[in-house]
């Protein structure tokens, strides 16, 4: 079945900087990946998401990146705040799986004022 | 309109206790996911509804673990024998279509402790 790494476990940066997740799976047939942003004790919120007919999607400071050679993906965060601190989750999934998503382990990020 | 809503947010049972937990997905969404959330790790996959049938149970630990959706709505994922290593947050999600890579929307969750 998918395998979904994440790095790094925890990141830790200075407002207004730039963070990147990495995120890596192993099934080939994987066609969808979201990313979730989760608060301490509440629901995943899906923050953006790709699929693998495209390259690149931006929205406003976060944009993720797919490399389907690679099997790799990114999330990118630009001008980071305190409020975009929390844990970010990656997942991949198939259409033959029925859009099952298989999570990455979380990236705890944290912004510094 | 409304998200995804799970009943309770806490439950507190003793092991060896049967449980249910309840899961509202979002309105005219016609697949649901459940998942299951230990501390410090992302969600992993419990079983998937596609309208009123389960379309794949691969992902239940083991035959404690059941799930309905007679309607094609509200899922109950229910839990027998209940032991300590069940506890976790149990969340639900809900997507328009289960085939077609749509978004899947969580709940807030289930906490679960079984003592």
């Known amino acids: 079945g998918e395998n979904v790494e994440q790095h790094p476990s925890t990141l830790s940066v200075q407002e207004g900087d730039s963070a990147v997740i990495k995120c890596t799976y192993s099934d080939s047939a994987s066609n969808y990946f979201p990313w979730y942003k989760q608060e301490l004790g509440k629901r995943p919120q899906l923050i953006i998401d790709?699929?693998?007919?495209?390259g690149e999607k931006k929205d406003q400071r976060i944009a993720v990146t797919l490399n389907k050679t690679a099997k790799h993906f990114s999330l990118h965060i630009t001008e980071t705040q305190p409020e975009d601190s929390a844990v970010y989750f990656c997942a991949a999934s198939t259409e033959t799986s029925g859009s099952r998503l298989t999570f990455g382990e979380g990236t705890q990020l944290t912004v510094n004022p | 309109g409304a998200g995804v809503s799970q009943t309770p947010s806490n439950k507190v049972t003793e092991k060896g206790k049967y449980v249910e937990l309840r899961c509202d997905p979002i309105?005219?969404?016609?697949?649901l996911y459940w998942y299951r959330q230990s501390l410090g790790q992302g969600p992993e996959f419990l079983i998937y509804f596609q309208g009123t049938g389960a379309a794949d149970d691969s992902g239940l630990p083991n035959d404690r673990f059941f799930a309905v959706r007679p309607e094609g709505s509200v899922s109950t994922l229910k839990i027998q024998r209940t032991e300590r290593g069940d506890s976790a947050v149990y969340l639900c999600a809900s997507s328009l279509h289960g085939q077609g890579s749509y978004e899947q929307y969580f709940g807030p969750g289930t906490r679960l402790t079984v003592t």
């Open positions: 309105s005219g969404h016609t697949a």
């Open positions: 790709i699929r693998s007919n495209v």
